[in-house]
């Protein structure tokens, strides 16, 4: 892959991982990239590296443009090993390089690396690097999403390089958001956009929001948005903020999500008539067998929809595994402005069902209780009773949607 200028003097110089299928347990069925920018001024700075197994491809794409040995500054915007584990290997060829990093990213990137002899400059919120014709401002984003995140803003060339956010998962021919919708389409990159927010970033809500008005309270102007995954945002940059807003404020579709796993079946149908009812509500739904569904497809879902159902048989007094293990995903991710339910199937002794809301209470989802549990298999009454639970979710789901419309 070529080094691509993407503004004058500033090259994108990373690499496509048109492989990866599982990132730390995320499904990434389109791959993803390895952003990082290459600044060619008086003093070369460097904007993150790579994923190390792809540190000799960044390096060729730097040798493309420079001799890598030239290299003055590296800017470590996040030290999460897809963006640095390439450090030593770059700091190989250029050990007199400056490194600019936040407090506690050098914290952190000392568990990793060996930085005794490494030029190290901890930077905060307004610091500015001049590189030549170029000012590098430093905006720290702590815990967007890790407690050393931060971004820099290119301020002649009005360019933000915002690390993870604004990021998708995709690995493509296109590096920006006009070709990409060429090739392909607004739907598919918006949703790229919304599972990489969905799986990365949705306990950051509150952070996200206060951020971005930060940022446009800075009044700097953005004419482009250079994140570490994926497109660079060049046509559209406004979009994606408007995105991350939304998002952050609540916003999601008036939709239902069935999740659920079976033994023998006796809770795949009660989904059935639990979706009828919803659909005779006037609300879309969606249903989704966890163990044929990946953790971060379901978690798409989840976001995807302002209401989610969640069904489970009882498998000796305890929930079912894959529906805990979604469920420890979800906890971990914090949702908010959802609401839930549960309903399952069991034999002698239930517990799923009381332990689903439990965690859902736990999470403080807004929930419609008690649902709906059934002893072996579910009888016609069952059936019907789905049928209305599945209704009257469904209204409570509209009423809810109505604060956020
Ligand atoms: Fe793409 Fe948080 O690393």
Redesign the pocket.
């Known amino acids: 892959m070529k080094s691509i200028e993407i503004k004058p003097g500033i090259y994108w110089v990373g690499a496509i991982d048109w492989a990866v299928r599982d990132f730390h347990g995320y499904v990434t069925p389109d791959g993803t990239t390895?952003n990082n920018y290459l600044i060619l001024d008086d003093d070369v700075t460097l904007v993150d590296t790579v994923k190390y197994d792809f540190a000799e491809d960044g390096i060729k794409n730097i040798a493309y443009l420079i001799d890598p040995s030239k290299i003055k500054n590296i800017i470590v915007n996040?030290i999460?090993?897809?963006?640095a584990s390439a450090l030593g290997r770059i700091m190989e060829l250029v050990p007199d390089a400056t490194i600019y990093i936040t407090g506690r990213g050098k914290k952190g990137i000392e568990r990793f690396f060996d930085i005794s002899r490494w030029n190290m400059k901890v930077v905060k919120t307004g610091d500015e690097l001049k590189t030549g014709k170029y000012t590098l401002q430093f905006i720290e984003t702590p815990m967007l999403?890790?407690p050393d995140?931060m971004m820099t803003y290119v301020k002649e060339a009005k360019l933000l390089i915002s690390?993870?956010a604004f990021?998708q998962h995709l690995a493509t021919a296109a590096r920006f958001d006009d070709e990409f919708i060429e090739y392909a389409s607004h739907a598919e990159l918006e949703d790229a956009v919304i599972d990489y927010y969905a799986n990365?970033l949705m306990p950051f809500g509150t952070l996200i929001k206060s951020k971005i008005a930060q940022i446009l309270k800075m009044g700097i102007p953005i004419e482009m948005i250079a994140p570490?995954?994926g497109i660079i945002w060049r046509g559209n940059p406004e979009r994606v903020i408007q995105m991350y807003q939304e998002m952050a404020e609540g916003k999601t579709k008036l939709r239902v999500s069935i999740i659920y796993d079976t033994m023998w079946h006796s809770t795949g149908m009660m989904t059935r008539p639990i979706m009828q009812g919803i659909k005779d509500e006037g609300v879309d739904c969606k249903v989704i067998k966890l163990r044929a569904t990946p953790m971060s497809v379901a978690i798409k879902d989840f976001w995807n929809s302002r209401g989610t159902l969640i069904g489970s048989p009882t498998l000796n007094n305890e929930v079912f595994p894959s529906v805990a293990e979604f469920m420890t995903h979800l906890r971990g991710l914090r949702p908010k402005d959802r609401i839930a339910g549960a309903f399952g199937s069991y034999g002698w002794g239930g517990g799923a069902v009381k332990w689903l809301y439990n965690e859902l209470n736990n999470m403080k989802l807004e929930t419609l209780e008690p649902g709906v549990q059934v002893l072996y298999r579910p009888s016609p009454e069952d059936m019907e009773q789905c049928y209305e639970f599945g209704k009257e979710f469904a209204r409570k789901v509209k009423e809810y949607h109505e604060n956020y419309v």
Do not use: C, L, R, V
């Open positions: 390895y996040h999460e090993n897809d963006h999403h890790w995140s690390q993870d990021g990365i570490d995954h």
